[in-house]
């Protein structure tokens, strides 16, 4: 069964430094989320990538934030000058269609130091 | 905005018993999709079982099903003959253009 995979598993970075995220959507797929998970708390929707384009994003998708798709298969996510509430899970996933089901990656956990 | 309400932080079911878990929502769409999601101590999130909010018939999967109350806003997730592998986090969520997910409940299954 095709799936979302993301590298690396755990990332650890010092406050200011750079980070990208990648992940792999499953290959059909034509939308593409990132969202984030604070240990214990729920999990939060930040972005939606769309025709190489973002179609929607949250309050938390600040200018710290970019996505890109470089190439036809990887969507990354970009955190600048990373801060320590950035710590957090994040997961990549991705949709045959809007409302469809979303299928998830096994995410990336972030710690920033 | 939407908001996804899950008032049961915690539950815990005995094997094979039946479980029910709550949730309610808030949104202004008329369209919308809703999700229950399962979150394993592996942390990866698994679609449990999906309701499009057109319609009136409840979903279900297997031993899931949802009752699916449009007017009330509800839509609650039951379990039959749990097993010990549903131990999970159980998210609930609802998406017009985007996802918003409730705070998660817990559910321990007992042996």
């Not at chain 1, 969202?35 to 600040?62: A, M, P």
């Not at chain 2, 499009?52 to 009752?67: G, H, L, M, P, W």
């Amino acid at each position: 069964e095709p799936e979302v995979t993301q590298t690396p598993s755990h990332q650890v970075t010092q406050m200011g430094q750079e980070v990208i995220l990648r992940c792999v959507p499953i290959s059909n797929h034509l939308y593409f989320y990132w969202y984030r998970q604070i240990l214990g708390q729920k999990v939060e929707f930040l972005v939606s990538f769309y025709n190489n384009e973002i179609s929607e994003k949250s309050e938390i998708f600040d200018d710290q934030f970019s996505v890109e798709r470089p190439d036809g298969s990887n969507f990354t996510l970009k955190i600048r000058s990373t801060k320590l509430e950035d710590s957090a899970m994040y997961f990549c996933a991705s949709s045959w269609e809007v409302g469809y089901e979303q299928y998830f990656g096994p995410g990336t956990r972030l710690t920033v130091t | 905005a939407q908001t996804v309400t899950q008032s049961q932080p915690e539950m815990s079911v005995q094997e094979a018993e039946t479980v029910t878990l709550s949730c309610t929502y808030d949104t202004s769409e008329n369209n919308y999709y809703l999700f229950w999601y399962k979150q394993p101590p592996s942390r990866q999130m698994i679609l449990v079982i999906r309701q499009e909010a057109y319609k009136q018939q409840n979903a279900t999967e297997n031993r899931f099903s949802v009752n699916f109350q449009k007017a009330a806003k509800s839509f609650s997730l039951k379990i039959s003959d749990s097993q010990l592998g549903d131990t999970a986090m159980y998210f609930c969520a609802s998406m017009s253009y985007q996802f918003y997910f409730g705070t998660g409940t817990s559910l321990t299954v007992i042996p």
